[in-house]
């Protein structure tokens, strides 16, 4: 419990000090290089439970491949002041990503650098995106964003073929806890054509919470260094939630920014990959997550019962997870 104390206003390091099994912990990179043509995510991570081991998931978004390179705890080390991981060769930090994994299915060199970067801002009252939840010991998943946006220097080579990441664009999140949720949505994108720099992450889930569940949700839309935060915590409403065929539509009504909004999402499925989810005993939850989903943003002021546009934009090479999506994932109150 300690350790828990300890890390809930620093949100980017590792969480597993002294924690209690099941436990797992994930970091997100997404790389997008400046051309587009070349969509990945890199995912390092632990778990604790009955099959402890390391791990680093690479999805290709463009050919939706997707690879699960094990690792033994001993060739795992996190810092305790920072985020600084090693796996086996491979280093990950908030600033920089160094690959290199030699195995029959996939071989990778990576020497990535990160410049700028707008981690979601931590205070004691609301340390991070989670709000003051990241207080509660014993909720099931954590959540964690640690760059909004920012630029990518250097190159990744698989496989033998060799590609320049300068000037492309990456994001970094992460997740821990005892086990993902039973259903949940997750979309982000920080590639809107008209507006570089600006960033939508959501996420909406069933959550356990003593001995009932509710529906729980965080969004924020980072825009001209300003970050607008619909999230249960605040107060604010899913006025609409529809998942048709690989359309989602998503409407949310919230104060935040000092007034009252309105932020409406479309997102449109893309081609998806599998990537392996933690459940309370094992690695086994298959999840389908596409790199090439798109989004269409509306956020707009409410006064006096008008909207006032404040922004709209289409976001490509959007990140998109639909899993199990319940009836009360998208009823709930």
């Known amino acids: 419990m300690r350790w828990f104390w300890r890390t809930v206003l620093n949100p980017d390091r590792y969480h597993g000090f002294g924690a209690k099994r099941p436990f797992f912990e994930g970091w997100y990179y997404k790389l997008i290089d400046a051309t587009t043509q070349h969509k990945y995510a890199i995912i390092p991570g632990v778990f604790l439970s009955e099959d402890p081991h390391a791990f680093i998931q690479v999805l290709d978004g463009t050919t939706k491949e997707a690879f699960y390179h094990r690792y ?9 002041d920072r985020f600084e991981v090693h796996i086996g060769a491979n280093r990950f930090t908030q600033q920089s990503l160094s690959l290199l994994i030699n195995q029959p299915e996939q071989k990778i060199e990576a020497n990535l650098q990160f410049g700028g970067g707008q981690p979601w801002p931590v205070s004691v009252a609301s340390p991070g995106i989670m709000g003051w939840y990241a ?16 630029t990518i220097y250097g190159t990744i080579t698989i496989d033998g073929t060799v590609m320049d990441f300068t000037n492309g664009r990456g994001y970094i999140e992460k997740d821990w806890g005892q086990s993902f949720p ?3 949505i997750w979309l982000q994108t920080n590639h809107f054509e008209e507006s570089p720099g600006t960033c939508l992450t959501a996420s909406i889930a069933m959550i356990p919470w003593q001995f009932t569940r509710f529906r729980g949700f965080i969004v924020g839309l980072w825009h001209e260094d300003m970050l607008y935060r619909f999230a249960t915590y605040t107060g604010a409403k899913t ?8 359309q ?6 919230g104060k935040t920014a000092g007034a009252k909004h309105r932020l409406e999402i479309r997102a449109s499925r893309g081609r998806e990959g599998i990537l392996a989810g933690p459940s309370r005993v094992d690695m086994g939850v298959r999840v389908a997550e596409s790199l090439t989903a798109t989004a269409t ?37």
């Open 72 to 80: 033994s705890l001993k060739q795992f080390w996190a810092a305790e």
């Open 135 to 150: 207080w509660v010991p014993t909720m099931e998943c954590y959540h964690g964003v640690l760059s909004f946006d920012h």
């Open 182 to 184: 039973s259903a949940w």
């Open 239 to 246: 006025e609409l939630l529809a998942v048709e065929g690989n």
């Open 248 to 253: 989602i539509h998503w409407i949310l009504d």
């Open 297 to 333: 943003v509306r956020l707009s002021r409410v006064e006096a019962g008008r909207e006032v546009l404040v922004f709209a934009g289409n976001g490509r090479f959007a990140g998109l997870e639909v899993h199990n999506v319940e009836e009360e994932l998208l009823t709930a109150k």
